[in-house]
Structures are given as structure tokens and as C-alpha cells.
């Protein structure tokens, strides 16, 4: 090769090595997500309204490949799924690894809404326990606003003190609610929302605890007839991810993420008061009983359920070796007097 030829090969290769660069500067980010529910839940449908947005705005910075649901990662197992790096998004509610980490309880026994969390430090607050106990981050709080009734198929039934007594009453149980349902000596039974049809059905339980919306969509509504007033707890529905695969990303690419997060956070917020508002005046019209208990057995009725989940939270941060410090914290930016 002569000297010309060197100098002619050497400037080809280094004008591709720099093409090459250039094009890994600018490669659009990938990110493998899920979601804990059905497609047809509104909980679900916002969030892949919230991840076609992220895809809009993020051509050739990031793209959002969703895998699916339930049906591709067991609801109970994608915690574990994001945390391991299976997957690096997940939409799902956080008492599915409550025991994992403890604060969460403080979105489901919280007095501010997820607008206010954001503004006072709470969703600081809440990122930074993801990421030192169960190494994701976690991006936003969806779908906030919403609590939780209890329906059952019969007439409720209420004790000396007003408060609902579930004594033989066959009650589905969830994470969210677990420690609620003991302090009220229910007997329950855990499953997931996808197999409560059958077991309402069959007979299997009686009773389920659901939001205030979606209880049509899961068609439970042909079974429950009373919804016992007042509502409970929060959804802690929130999207989180594997820090690892967070890190990763480009600057440009966490910062799409993050505020598009954070717009849907008070979209969805706002959205859902219409929805709650809607779906109430739908089962009332499909013969719903919404049966409400006395101001005195209301009152104790949700301190029961308040001092259960703060209890729990409590309980799991000391058996981590926490001071306290954690617990005060999220009761002071979630639960302020």
C-alpha cells in the first residue's frame, strides 16, 4: 500500500468511526415496560395513554415497547420482574411490594393528593425509598384521588358500634387492604382481580374491596349489590424502574420520561373526579345500594383503617432497623395534621 493509499484509508476509517458515533449519540433509547392489569381498566388505559405520549414526543430520543399485561408477567411477580431488570417499567400499585418498601403505605393512608405530594417532597421522599430499598426509581403517583370500597352480595351488617361487622362474610383480600381487613376479623382470600368473576361465581367469596371505579368494567356488578360508605385508603397506583436501566438512559431521555410522568400525574388526578362522579350515578342506576353507616361508626371505622396501614408501615420499617426517622418523615409530607 503506498503512502497515499495509507493516508486515503486511514481518513475513510476515521470518518466512519465518527458516522458510527454520531449515529450512537443520537439512537433512540429503548424501554421494555408492563402493566399489573387487564387492558381494559382505566388504570391500565391511562397508562398506555401516558406511554403513546412519552412515544410522540420521544421520536428519536426514547421509545416505550410495552409487553404486555397480567398475561405476560403475573400482576404479584413484575415487582421482582422491574427490580431484576426483566423489565425496566412497570405501572402497578405498590403494596404489591409493600413489604419491600414500607413507605408506600403512606400514599395509601395519605390526606395530601399526589399534586401536593409533589410540591411538599413527599414524591422525593418516596423516589429515594425505591431506590435505596428496592433499587428502582420511582417516577409518578397515577390515577391518585381514588379510594376504595368494600361491595358485597348481601345486605351489609353493622355491630354495636356502627362500625361493619364481616363476620361470616367471605371477603377478597388484596395487598393494599390485607392489614384492614384483619384489625375488622375478616376471612379472606387472596387472588388476583382476573380470577374474582369466577369466585364471586362459584361462591368462593361473597365480598370484595375495589375502587370506587372499574367495579363495571370487571363486571362484579352482576354479583355485588351494596357498597359500604365511606370509602377507604388511595390507590398507590405509580409507574416505577430499574435504576440500572434508568441510569442508561440519555440525559434527553429521563427528562422526556420525567415530565411527561409528571404531567399525567395531575392529568389522571384530575381526570379520575369525573370518573369517580360517572361510574357512582351508572351502579346507582344499575340498583347499586351505597349503605352508609352512622357519623360515630364512619369515624372508627376509618381509624381502623388509617392506624392499620400506618401500623403496618411502622411495624416493617423497625423490623428493617429504621429509628423512625423514615416513618416520621412520610407521615409528616403524606398525613399532615
Known amino acids: 500500500m503506498t503512502m497515499f493509499n495509507r493516508l486515503a484509508f486511514r481518513a475513510t476509517t476515521a470518518v466512519a468511526a465518527l458516522a458510527l458515533t454520531a449515529t450512537a449519540a443520537f439512537a433512540e433509547d429503548r424501554v421494555s415496560a408492563t402493566h ?46 422491574v427490580r431484576d431488570g426483566v423489565v425496566d417499567m412497570v405501572h402497578i400499585p405498590g403494596s404489591f411490594y409493600g413489604a419491600s418498601v414500607p ?9 395530601v393528593t399526589p399534586l401536593e405530594a409533589r410540591a411538599n417532597g413527599g414524591a422525593a421522599a418516596m423516589d429515594m425509598a425505591h431506590q435505596e430499598r428496592f433499587g428502582v426509581r420511582h417516577l409518578g403517583w397515577i390515577d391518585g384521588g381514588v379510594k ?37 376479623n375478616a376471612t379472606t382470600a387472596s387472588m388476583p382481580a382476573t ?36 370509602p377507604f385508603y388511595n390507590t398507590d397506583i405509580g409507574v416505577i424502574f ?26 389522571s388526578y384530575n381526570d379520575r373526579q369525573e370518573t369517580v362522579k360517572a361510574d357512582r350515578a351508572e351502579l346507582e342506576k ?5 349503605v352508609a353507616m352512622s357519623d360515630e361508626g364512619a369515624a372508627a ?27 416520621e418523615t412520610m407521615r409528616k409530607l403524606y398525613h399532615p395534621e
Open 36 to 81: 399489573a392489569f387487564p387492558t381494559f381498566l382505566v388504570y391500565t388505559k391511562t397508562f398506555l395513554a401516558m406511554v403513546d405520549d412519552i412515544n410522540e414526543r420521544g421520536k428519536g430520543i426514547v421509545q416505550i415497547d410495552v409487553r404486555g399485561g397480567p398475561e405476560a408477567i403475573g400482576m404479584f411477580q413484575q415487582p421482582a420482574a
Open 103 to 111: 413507605e408506600i403505605d403512606a400514599m395509601v393512608a395519605a390526606t
Open 148 to 184: 376504595f370500597h368494600i361491595y358485597t352480595s348481601t345486605e351489609p351488617k353493622f355491630d354495636e358500634n356502627g362500625v361493619l361487622d364481616l363476620t361470616g362474610v367471605k371477603l377478597r383480600d388484596n395487598p393494599i387492604y390485607h392489614a384492614f381487613f384483619e384489625a375488622l
Open 195 to 230: 380470577e374474582v368473576y369466577a369466585a364471586l361465581e362459584k361462591g368462593v367469596v361473597d365480598a370484595a374491596a375495589w375502587t370506587e371505579i372499574g367495579l363495571m368494567d370487571l363486571k362484579w356488578d352482576e354479583f355485588m349489590k351494596y357498597a359500604v360508605e365511606p
Open 242 to 267: 430499574n435504576k440500572e436501566s434508568w441510569d442508561a438512559l440519555s440525559p434527553e431521555s429521563q427528562e422526556l420520561i420525567e415530565q411527561v410522568v409528571i404531567e399525567w400525574e395531575e392529568k
Open 286 to 290: 344499575r340498583g347499586m345500594q351505597f
Open 301 to 327: 371505622y376509618l381509624k381502623l383503617a388509617e392506624d392499620a396501614a400506618w401500623g403496618r408501615m411502622e411495624t416493617r420499617l423497625q423490623e428493617m432497623g429504621d429509628d423512625g426517622g423514615s416513618y
